[in-house]
Every structure is written in C-alpha cells, then in structure tokens.
C-alpha cells in the first residue's frame, strides 16, 4: 500500500486490517490532494484503534511500567501529555483505582477536548486525584505543573512525537523528573512502510538516534524496554522508552 500497489483487501490479516484502512485514507487523500483532519473517516479509524488488541497490549504496558516506576521512586504526581479523549489516561486510572493509590494525575493536551476527557474520567475515577491542564508541549510547561508539591513528576505520551519535534523535550524536563515515551522510533535507521505513510501526512520519520540526542542533555540515564524485539524480529521500531534524572 506504502509503494502505490493494489492489495486484495480479502488477504490482509485480521490484525493489520484497521492500519490497511488507515493507509487506504492516507493514498485518497494523496490523491485527492489535500487532508481533512476533522474527516470523520478519520475519526473513526483513530477512535478504532484505541480499542485494537495492539493497542490495548501498548496502552497497558506503559501504564504498567510508569506505575511500578512511580513505586520505585516515590513521584508525587503522573502527568499524561497528548492525552487527547483519555483512552490511555483510563488504563492507568484504572490501575490507580485498583491499588487506592495517592498520587495525583495531571491530563494535558493542546487541545481542549482534554477538559471533556478530563470530566469523563473524574466521573468514572472519583477517588483518585485528578487535574486537566492545557498544554502544548512545543511551549514551556505551565505554572500548574511547576508547584513543588507535584514533584518528583513522572510524565508519559503515547504515539504524541509522531506529530511534535523532538525539540519538545526540553520543555518535558522542565517538569519530568522521568520520562515513560510510547512511540513509534525507527531504532535502525531503516524506513518502513509506516515511514513512508507518516511522510505522506507530513510527518518526518521519528528516528531515535534524534530523540536520545535531545534526551541525553537531559536525562543522562535511558533504558529501552522491547529493544529485544528489534534484536529478534528484526523490525526497526522500539516503544517504550524510560528516562530519568
């Protein structure tokens, strides 16, 4: 689909059938010349592939892993940036919930449908601490999340450096005293089809060689947690990235 080919849509396996439909959206749009973000077909396919098995597996194991980090340094406060509708934010609610944990959580996003989601998950969430807060990342963190009594701060994202430049880290460490990132970083260099479909939208190949660039003048402690996967499956994509002060 990437190289312009047809594809029999009866031979795409069951998992890789939304990321067809996704790539199927981006050559229309090519074609027609322009991207309409607030295309509702659009809408449809992200709002979908937050409930793929995939996706549910990434949003777990990052909620997992900010979770026992938290533990092991003691944060005072989790903060969710790009956190959009909450699909990610849920799951470590969740979690929080489960344990009658204390820490407080902060839901950032650029845009205000955060504020929606933030409401939904207060609803749902009652007993655990919660804060909506806009922010662009690309700008310094706002005064909210620079109080004293919130930090040691452990923030997190999913799937956000796909769509900000790098850069925005050091905006990140004005707050972050630990970093969980879940995103796509080409870890070989090599492009792949995602690559060339995230060029298409105007968004340049997240490579990690120019994230830990950035991350190493500010956290000089940085551990990759399925760099076994590149090893074994020879894929070049890493996703779950811990970095810490």
């Not at 077909?41 to 990052?62: C, H, M, N, S, V």
């Amino acid at each position: 689909l990437a190289l312009g080919e047809e594809i029999d849509r009866s031979r795409i396996p069951e998992p890789f059938k939304l990321d067809a439909e996704w790539a199927y959206w981006v050559l229309e749009s090519e074609a027609k010349g322009e991207f309409d973000w607030e295309d509702p077909k659009l809408r449809e396919l992200f709002e979908a592939a937050t409930q793929t098995p995939y996706y549910l597996i990434w949003g777990d194991i990052l909620a997992e892993v900010s979770l026992r980090v938290s533990k092991l340094t003691e944060v005072n406060s989790f903060t969710e940036v790009g956190a959009g509708r909450g699909d990610l934010t849920k799951i470590l609610l969740d979690k929080l919930r489960r344990e009658s944990a204390k820490t407080k959580l902060f839901l950032t996003d650029s845009k205000p449908v955060v504020f929606e989601a933030g409401k939904e998950c207060r609803e749902a969430f009652p007993t655990v601490d919660q804060e909506t807060v806009l922010w662009n990342v690309e700008e310094p963190a706002p005064a909210e999340l620079k109080r004293p009594s919130v930090s040691p701060m452990l923030v997190y994202e999913r799937a956000m450096f796909i769509y900000s430049d790098v850069a925005a880290v050091e905006n990140l460490a004005q707050v972050a005293d630990i970093l969980v990132l879940g995103d796509y970083f080409n870890y070989t260099g090599e492009i792949f089809a995602y690559d060339e479909l995230f060029k298409k939208i105007g968004a340049n190949p997240l490579f990690y060689s120019d994230m830990k660039a950035v991350l190493d003048r500010f956290y000089p402690h940085q551990y990759i947690l399925d760099l076994g996967v590149v090893e074994e499956l020879k894929v070049p994509y890493v996703s779950v990235v811990v970095a810490w002060k």
